[in-house]
C-alpha cells in the first residue's frame, strides 16, 4: 500500500506563493488518481485540486492560482500556489483515488472512501 508525506508548508503574505510536495512511497504510485486537499479546524474538508494521468482538474476558488502535478519518476505530486489570499489558509493533505464531479458549472473534488492520506502540512497566508 502506498504511504504518503506532504511537505513545504509555512506562513506567507498575502500575494505570496508556496509549493507543496508529497512523496510516495510504494511501487503503485503511478496507478493512482492524486489529489490535494485543504481543511479548516472546525470546517468540512474540501478537495482542492485533482490530476488523473496528466489530466488536472481544480475547484473555482484556486482555479488560475494552482497548479497541480506529479512527477512519476519521483513518485511525487506536487501543488504550485500562486497569489495566495487568507482564506487558503488551512492544512493541505495529499490523497489518492481522488475523483472529480461537474455538476451545473461547478467542480468540486472528492476522495473515494479508503483513500490513502499524508499527515497534513499547514499552510498560513496573512493579510
Known amino acids: 500500500q502506498v504511504q504518503l508525506g506532504e511537505s513545504g508548508g509555512g506562513s506567507v503574505q498575502s500575494g505570496g506563493s508556496l509549493r507543496l510536495s508529497c512523496a510516495a512511497s510504494g511501487s503503485t504510485y503511478s496507478s493512482y488518481t492524486m489529489g490535494w486537499f485543504r481543511q479548516v479546524p472546525g470546517k468540512e474538508r474540501e478537495g482542492v485540486a485533482c490530476?488523473?494521468?496528466?489530466?488536472?482538474s481544480y475547484v473555482d476558488s484556486v482555479k488560475g492560482r494552482f497548479t497541480i502535478s506529479q512527477d512519476n519518476a519521483k513518485n511525487t505530486l506536487y501543488l504550485e500556489m500562486n497569489n495566495l489570499k487568507p482564506e487558503d489558509t488551512a492544512m493541505y493533505y495529499c490523497a489518492t483515488d481522488c475523483w472529480v464531479r461537474d455538476f451545473r458549472g461547478v467542480t468540486t473534488v472528492e476522495a473515494l472512501v479508503g483513500a490513502t492520506w499524508g499527515q497534513g502540512t499547514q499552510v498560513t497566508v496573512s493579510s
Open positions: 490530476i488523473d494521468n496528466g489530466r488536472a
